[in-house]
Nanobody, 121 residues
């Protein structure tokens, strides 16, 4: 099976920084892309950032210039560095990976359990 384990969420003051990490493990043949969604109370889940296998990164407009996504392909791990955090960044952050399991023929999307990020004074 495949597991995505997130870490690094927590409470931070406005203007502060946090880094969340997500490590994928299991019988992984190839990862197409990995990234982060978030869901705030009463809002739909939105894609925050992702990184494609070729290194291309994408960000939602609201985090551009503040968040940076990076990956370590050897560790099947993706990081989201969040700077200049705002109250509206408060949400549960979910890691995902679109990957090919070693024993399957198709790419599928797997999800982490979510990590809470709270920006408050």
């Amino acid at each position: 099976q495949v597991q995505l384990v997130e870490s690094g969420g927590g409470l931070v003051q406005p203007g502060g920084s946090l880094r969340v990490s997500c490590a994928a493990s299991g019988s992984i043949f190839n990862i197409n892309n990995m990234g982060w969604y978030r869901q705030a109370p009463g809002k739909e889940r939105e894609l925050v950032a992702n990184i494609i296998r070729d290194g291309t990164t994408n960000y939602v407009d609201s985090v551009k210039g503040r968040f940076t996504i990076s990956g370590d392909t050897a560790k099947n791990t993706v990081y989201l560095q969040m700077n200049s955090l705002k109250r509206e960044d408060t949400a549960v952050y979910y890691c995902y990976a679109n990957l090919k399991h070693a024993y399957y023929t198709n790419y599928n999307t797997y999800w982490g359990q979510g990590t809470q990020v709270t920006v408050s004074s």
